[in-house]
Structure formats: structure tokens, C-alpha cells
């Protein structure tokens, strides 16, 4: 949905001192800068639309702090989700947060350099001086970019990035998303300062001191400075988990369950929702026996004894929207099977088309208003002919279309167009918001203003304007 814009260059910084000085430098030259983590985004965020330099922050790997008695841990931009809990075995705790399913267009462990498709070859020096910077240091792999940029979809996502995006994923029902599981951010501004977001070396749990800039910086998307560091929340590992699977005779009866389930109150993980259209895609790639029906993915956490006071609540809700009888699955390995078949519906979708493009939507509505914008989003699928299954984490009103079309066909695109700004307005209407964990990016900049007004987006551009006045930090993104 978003064409390609490479960079002019591509830099490896991997110290904060390095990104220190390259930002300033840029400054001075007035030279746009777009951070990069993994490359998982899905709103072309790392799209340099203005050309310039892009930081690929992947090399700064580093896990600075773990602090195992206050529950948190300090991570650098290369490290990424997958990472940070294989560091964290043994530990009792994990870090819960995840953008699994729609995780991404770019491959696992792939810097900047391999998303691009960029041949190495000049020094740092060579290449600045070929746009008119020149810097006193040349100790950072550097080169220029070719216009390919290939897709890859299932990448394990950068914390840092996730945090920059506000992303979210199915854990969020129960643990939040990235915002409130960062405590506090070490960012390079645009001139090359360094800022703590909560002061340097602090990490409380809770805090009322002064403007909250933590959260100002979570979902920034890369427009006001790079996260170079981040101070996460753990959380203890469950004792028990148990997951089961359930069909419904309608989208309706699906999502009027989910809604019943957090109405009274029951501690569940992760509630994901697959339309018929997708689960049959997900049990024909999965190879797994699904009816082809709305379906529900349900996990539970807790102890062994509470456990079981939880599925039987859950049991008699489905009951009582006339779903499927359960199987619970506790066994590691069942567990993982049920997931990896949702975790693939990204690839599922796709091939109900194959060598078509995919493009994720991505709303968020009060519960409340769920079923209602849940069912009239199905029919207006069905209006317009469109190829789009739907899945998400219904648990917080968050749900996607995988809209599945032929790029090289004008009058199907425009459908696509048509239908994902119907959907967003559709959102907003219901009191919702555009993008509930992807971001805005390039593609939902007129979905913002309407959703903010001009006053909020006006205070924005203040924002913006006092942090960036030059207008260089990943410029063309959010407004």
C-alpha cells in the first residue's frame, strides 16, 4: 500500500554516542533522518519520503539492566521481543507484550542494509560527502541504497520500535500494551541531546512528577528523536495456562461472547477472534481441523486451582452464545500448535490469493460497539467483493481486515482505498480511534486530524515544532 522510498544512506551506529553525533551533524546540514529498527512496521514508517539518512539501530543489541526484585529490565533498539524472553528463561518473569499474527513485513534479525537490498561498499566519509556532509569519524558501515525493498512477513519486532508505534498484540487484554510497560526512554533528540524521559537511572512503578514525557514518546513513531534505550515492566510468568478454541454460529454470537467474557470479570490473557473466512484460510494452511466458522481463541493464566474456577466460567458464557463445546489444552506443545495456526494468518490469508499483496487494517472500538462495527465491517466486505479476512484481538475492541488484492490492478486497489477509509470513519463513529497498535505512518494521516480535530492536531504541530523545528526526524510521517 505504501511504494517504496529509500534513503540516500544508511548508517550503523552502535554506541548512543554515535547516534549523538551523526544527529547533530545532520542538523547542521539540515538532512532528514529516519530511525530503524526491524523494519516491521506496517504504515511505511521506515519509508524515507524526503530522502536522507537512515539509522539502522539494529547493532545495539545491548540488555544494559535487568532488575529481577523491581520487575524491570533496560533494553537497546537492536533488541527485540523474542530476544528479551529467551534472556529472561529461568527468571520467573517475562516480558508480555507482542505483535504476533501481524507481525511485520521484513525478516527476522534484517538490518536496513538487507531490507533495501543495498550492496556494501563506501566508508562513512565516501558516502556523507556525496550528499554534502562531512563528519570527523569513519568507524561506521555506510552505503548507498537500491530501490528494492522485499516483504517478509512474521519478523520479530525491535522494543524500541514496538514502543516508538504504541504497539500492542493478543497479550494486551490482560497486560497492557507498550505504553504503560515502558517506565522510562533514553532518547537523542533531533540536534543530537540526550534525553531521560523519567530523569536518568529511574525507573518507579508510578510517578506524578511533572509532564509525562514517557508517554509522549511512546507512539512518536520516530518524528520527534530515537529511542536508543528503553526501561520496561516484566511481569512473573503464569503457574498454569490453559487455551481452547471455539466456533459460533455468527460473527455476532463471537464477538457478543468476548464481550460477555470481560463483563464478568474473568482474568483471561488473550481472546482472538478469526472470522469463517479466515479460520477456514488458517485450518487449510495449518493443516489443523477447524469448522468453518467465527471463531474464538481463548487463553487463561493463573494458578493450577483458579485455573479451573476460570474454565468453567468461560465454558458456560460460550454456552450461552451457543458456541462449541472446549477442549482445554494445557500441554506446552498443544498450546503451541493452537498459536502458531493463529500466528500464521497473515501467511493463511495470502494464500487464498496467491502472488497477490496483503495490507493489514487496523481499528479499535469501545467494546460496547463492537459486534455492531464487527458485523457491519463483514457486510461492507461482502458489498464490495473484497478479499479480507478478519481477525483480532477482540478483547480490547482491536480488529484487522487482511485485505488481499491483485497491486497491478487500478479499479481493485481503489476498492482496497475505498474500504479501508469507510472502515476507519466506520471506527471513529463509534467512538473509536484508526489505529489501535500500528500507527499512523503515511497512510492514515487524514483518519488522525479527523479523529483529533484541528485543535488537537494543531497542539501536536506544536509539539512537534518545539522538538524538531527543521522538520527532520522521519519528516512526511503522522501529520
Not at 536508543?228 to 487455551?243: F, I, Y
Request: net charge negative; proline share 6%.
Amino acid at each position: 500500500m505504501h511504494p517504496c522510498a529509500p534513503p540516500d544512506v544508511v548508517v550503523w551506529p552502535q554506541a548512543v554516542g554515535q547516534v549523538q553525533e551523526l544527529a547533530a551533524l545532520c542538523h547542521r546540514c539540515r538532512v532528514p533522518m529516519v530511525p530503524f529498527g526491524t523494519g516491521t512496521g506496517l504504515e511505511g514508517g521506515v519509508n524515507a519520503v524526503q530522502g536522507g539518512v537512515c539509522f539502522d539501530l539494529s547493532r545495539m543489541d545491548a540488555i544494559a539492566e535487568l532488575s529481577l526484585e523491581d520487575f524491570s529490565v533496560t533494553v537497546e533498539p537492536g533488541v527485540t521481543r523474542k530476544a528479551l524472553n529467551k534472556h529472561l528463561r529461568g527468571t520467573g518473569l517475562w516480558f508480555p507484550v507482542g505483535t504476533v499474527g501481524m507481525r511485520g513485513v521484513i525478516g527476522l534479525g534484517m538490518t536496513a542494509l538487507e531490507v533495501l537490498g543495498i550492496p556494501v561498499g563506501l566508508g562513512m566519509v565516501g558516502v556523507l560527502g556525496m550528499i554534502g556532509v562531512h563528519v570527523g569519524v569513519d568507524t561506521i558501515p555506510i552505503c548507498l541504497p537500491c530501490p528494492s525493498l522485499l516483504a517478509d512477513p512474521g519478523a520479530d519486532a525491535s522494543l524500541c520500535g514496538m514502543a516508538a508505534t504504541g504497539a500492542s498484540g493478543t497479550n494486551a487484554v490482560r497486560y497492557g500494551t507498550m505504553r504503560p510497560n515502558v517506565l522510562n526512554l533514553r532518547v537523542v533528540l533531533p540536534d543530537g541531546r540526550l534525553l531521560h524521559t523519567a530523569g536518568p537511572g529511574r525507573q518507579p512503578r508510578k510517578r506524578a512528577a511533572g509532564y509525562d514525557l514517557t508517554s509522549l514518546f511512546v507512539g512518536s513513531e520516530g518524528t520527534l528523536g530515537f529511542l536508543t534505550q528503553a526501561t520496561l515492566r516484566l511481569h512473573p510468568l503464569p503457574e498454569a495456562t490453559a487455551v481452547t478454541v471455539a466456533s459460533f454460529p455468527s460473527v455476532g454470537a463471537a464477538v457478543a461472547c468476548t464481550v460477555q467474557v470481560l463483563q464478568a470479570a474473568v482474568p483471561v490473557a488473550r481472546i482472538e477472534f478469526l472470522d469463517e473466512v479466515m479460520a477456514d484460510a488458517c485450518g487449510h494452511f495449518s493443516r489443523m481441523e477447524l469448522p468453518v466458522a467465527a471463531t474464538l481463541l481463548l487463553e487463561l493464566h493463573g494458578s493450577r486451582h483458579s485455573l479451573a474456577e476460570q474454565q468453567q466460567q468461560m465454558e458456560e458464557i460460550v454456552r450461552q452464545n451457543s458456541g462449541s463445546s472446549l477442549a482445554w489444552a494445557e500441554g506446552l506443545e498443544e498450546r503451541e500448535q493452537l498459536w502458531s495456526m493463529r500466528h500464521n494468518a497473515w501467511y493463511a490469508a495470502l494464500a487464498l490469493r496467491p502472488g497477490c499483496q496483503g495490507y493489514s487494517t487496523d481499528v479499535c472500538v469501545p467494546i460496547s460497539r463492537l459486534p455492531d462495527v464487527v458485523v457491519e465491517t463483514k457486510q461492507d466486505l461482502q458489498a464490495s467483493g473484497l478479499t479480507g479476512p478478519m481477525v483480532g484481538h477482540v478483547g480490547d475492541g482491536n480488529f484487522h481486515c487482511i485485505l488481499v488484492f491483485n497491486s497491478q490492478d487500478p479499479e481493485e486497489a481503489q476498492r482496497i482505498h475505498a474500504f479501508t477509509q469507510r472502515l476507519g470513519r466506520r471506527a471513529l463513529a463509534a467512538g473509536g480511534t484508526c489505529t489501535g497498535e500500528h500507527g499512523v505512518g503515511l497512510g492514515k494521516r487524514a483518519l488522525l486530524q479527523e479523529e483529533l480535530g484541528q485543535e488537537g492536531l494543531d497542539t501536536l504541530r506544536s509539539i512537534k515544532a518545539a522538538l524538531d523545528p527543521h522538520n527532520l526526524m522521519n519528516p512526511g510521517k503522522v501529520l
